[in-house]
């Protein structure tokens, strides 16, 4: 791993701050991840296809990807997620839970729902789930930081969890994984304050989706990679037009990792649209996690976010450029402030152990768990597999179930 580079100058407020604005710092107080039982190593994955593996590793970027027991979905990973954060910040003050995903559970019910019961949430707040392919927990932290702009007592806990899935023996297989990261917004950060200033793009584009009956993604490749770095063009180009500071301001990123090699072709993107110098040390740390975890999707960016805070030592005071792309597409350019106490709060052991926890799958087995498919006519009773705190435990009356295995 590259180590980063020297600190660069003081960072200054930003342009779009007025000194009233800048009193009320919003942005994220503290975060969590969790990750799937199981792991797939990319090397039997490119063994079983006769690709060599380095195509994975060095072309993709990509190591390990995460694989959800039987008994285990986006529920189960967020609920693990946010008992972690709440463990530490507690409750108080949360009115508001948003949860991101784009492998939702149900037409209807928000996955929130079911967290908020595994949890024992108040009754005493708003759920509900946000969509818009992997971009959709940089949108719902965006609410988050209007909700509490309006009431600075409250607090929001947002919630990013997906599972990636494409079809056995397409491309788009050795980039699938599993994870969820549950943050919390809150007036007065102690890890990341939210600047104002966001770039913003939106265009109708098939690249990647999931019709309803399909259990997994669609993708035109190629256009994907395309789309991806044309909305952050876009994005960044709005951003300056809305006041963001130059690209020499900037002291790390993170961006959205579909697979790390992606973000890399995105800085050298942005590089070359802006003129500046950005080498991969960067953002190198920033792929530490999901080089492990594979995609997960609404997860991706802030687990990338997650590692340059748990990993990095002198970030207090820097600015981190942070770009969100969820296909479909729509792709955003926004910055935030790395707080002074930031590394009181690191997790690298606890996301470590989890990904260290995780129990090697083999090749059939995996291919077997991915056919997969739950009868829609009958109760279904899912096999006891996960070891984590709470678990998926099938289908009654055609209402999913989940509960706490007590550990
Ligand atoms: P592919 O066509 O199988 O791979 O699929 P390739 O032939 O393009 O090779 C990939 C890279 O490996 C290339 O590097 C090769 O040169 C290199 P590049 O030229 O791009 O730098 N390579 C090797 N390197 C070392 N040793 C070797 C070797 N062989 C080849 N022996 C593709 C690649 C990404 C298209 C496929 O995996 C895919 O379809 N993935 C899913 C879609 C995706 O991730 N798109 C990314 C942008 S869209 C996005 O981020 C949104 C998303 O997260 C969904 C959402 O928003 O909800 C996906």
């Not at 006769?50 to 986006?74: F, H």
């Not at 910040?89 to 595994?118: M, N």
């Not at 200033?197 to 990647?208: A, E, I, N, P």
């Not at 040390?281 to 999901?290: A, G, H, I, K």
């Amino acid at each position: 791993m590259t180590q980063p580079g020297p600190a660069p100058a003081p960072l200054h407020p930003h342009p779009t701050d007025s000194p009233e604005d800048s009193m009320q710092a919003i942005g994220i107080h503290d975060l969590a991840l969790a990750t799937a039982h199981h792991v797939l190593d990319l090397g039997d994955l490119a063994e079983s296809t006769g690709t060599d593996p380095n195509k994975y590793r060095i072309g993709l970027g990509q190591s390990l990807m995460s694989v959800p027991a039987p008994d285990e979905d986006i529920v189960t990973m967020a609920a693990t997620a946010a008992r972690t954060l709440l463990e530490r910040t507690g409750t108080e003050g949360i009115r508001t839970v948003l949860f991101a995903t784009e492998s939702g559970v149900d037409q209807s019910k928000s996955a929130g729902l079911f967290v908020h019961k595994l949890l024992d949430l108040p009754s005493t707040v708003r759920v509900l789930e946000v969509k818009q392919a992997c971009y959709g927990a940089t949108a719902a932290v965006q609410a988050a930081t209007g909700i509490i702009a309006r009431n600075p007592g409250e607090k929001v806990l947002v919630i990013a969890a997906d599972v990636a899935k494409y079809a056995l023996d397409s491309s788009g297989e050795p980039t699938q994984g599993a994870g969820a990261v549950a943050m919390l917004i809150a007036a007065d950060p102690d890890l990341l304050v939210i600047e104002r200033g966001s770039g913003l793009s939106s265009v109708d584009v098939d690249d990647f989706w999931r019709p309803n009956d399909s259990a997994v993604a669609l993708v035109d490749g190629a256009l994907s990679l395309t789309a991806y770095l044309d909305a952050l063009t876009s994005a960044w180009d709005d951003y300056r037009d809305q006041g963001g500071v130059a690209i020499e301001e900037i002291d790390r990123f993170t961006m959205h990792q579909p697979f790390t090699k992606m973000a890399r072709k995105a800085l050298k993107r942005l590089g070359q649209h802006t003129g500046a110098e950005l080498g991969d040390e960067l953002q190198e740390v920033s792929f530490t996690y999901n080089r492990d975890l594979g995609n997960t999707y609404t997860a991706s960016m802030w687990a990338g976010l997650a590692a340059l805070l748990d990993l990095e030592d002198d970030l207090a005071g820097r600015r981190i450029g942070l770009f969100s792309y969820g296909s479909g597409a729509t792709g955003e350019f926004f910055t935030g402030i790395v707080q002074p106490g930031y590394r009181s709060s690191r997790r690298a052991a606890q996301v470590q152990e989890a990904l260290e926890a995780r129990v090697p799958i083999a090749l059939p087995e995996y291919r077997e768990l991915h056919a997969r498919v739950l009868p829609s006519d009958t109760d279904v009773e899912t096999e006891r597999v996960t070891k984590a705190p709470y678990r998926f435990a099938g289908i009654r009356g055609r209402a999913r179930v989940y509960e706490a295995t007590g550990a």
